[in-house]
């Protein structure tokens, strides 16, 4: 069984599909600043491209948090580019992407992104994606750890 989630920022919705079939879909609200792509830490923005559920957490604040891969290799090539962040920082990136772990989180780009609970009517998160309450609930135990996650313009 191959799950995976795709983001439509501009439409603010979330699609659970499996096995080529959408499955669930659910309203989302997104960070302060929606429009583009995450840049660096404290934008407002959600970021865009491919990632996957690198950890999943039950003692959220913010009900159920399912953590992204951000920043992923070409998040971190650019931040290396533009000077963002360093040789090392990039390194440990990729490292941990090649491995499908969770990226350094502690970086000028930005971390702890992801899709969690609190509310969708509006967008006001940091970063993340927010679902309603019992949105969230019905998702968490539908997504493993390492599902791919496709977040689009």
Same mark, same amino acid.
């Given at each position: 069984?191959? @799950?995976? %989630? $795709?983001?439509?920022?501009?439409? !603010?919705?979330?699609?659970?599909? /499996?096995?080529?079939?959408? =499955?669930? /879909?659910? @309203?989302?609200?997104?960070?302060?600043?929606?429009?583009? #792509?995450?840049? @660096?830490?404290? +934008?407002? $923005?959600?970021?865009?491209?491919?990632?996957?559920?690198?950890?999943?957490?039950? /003692?959220?604040?913010?009900?159920?948090?399912?953590?992204?891969?951000?920043?992923? +290799?070409?998040?971190?090539?650019?931040?290396?580019?533009?000077? *963002? %962040? +360093?040789?090392?920082?990039? $390194?440990?990136? *990729?490292? #941990? %992407?090649?491995?499908?772990?969770? &990226?350094?989180?502690?970086?000028?780009?930005?971390?702890? =992104?992801?899709?969690?609970?609190?509310?969708?009517?509006?967008?006001?998160?940091?970063?993340?994606?927010?679902?309603? +309450?019992?949105? %969230? !609930?019905?998702?968490?135990?539908?997504?493993?750890?390492?599902?791919?996650?496709?977040?689009? &313009?």
């Amino acid at each position: 069984m191959n @799950r995976e %989630i $795709r983001i439509y920022k501009e439409d !603010r919705r979330l699609e659970l599909w /499996q096995d080529g079939q959408r =499955i669930k /879909q659910y @309203r989302v609200g997104l960070g302060f600043s929606p429009k583009g #792509a995450k840049i @660096r830490e404290g +934008d407002g $923005r959600v970021p865009e491209g491919d990632y996957y559920i690198c950890t999943k957490n039950e /003692q959220s604040k913010f009900t159920l948090f399912l953590g992204l891969s951000y920043p992923n +290799d070409k998040d971190a090539e650019r931040g290396l580019r533009e000077g *963002i %962040i +360093d040789q090392e920082e990039y $390194r440990r990136i *990729i490292q #941990a %992407i090649q491995k499908g772990l969770r &990226p350094d989180w502690e970086t000028d780009l930005g971390g702890k =992104i992801g899709i969690h609970g609190k509310g969708s009517a509006y967008d006001w998160t940091a970063g993340c994606v927010s679902l309603d +309450d019992e949105d %969230i !609930r019905e998702l968490w135990p539908l997504v493993e750890k390492n599902t791919p996650v496709h977040i689009y &313009p």
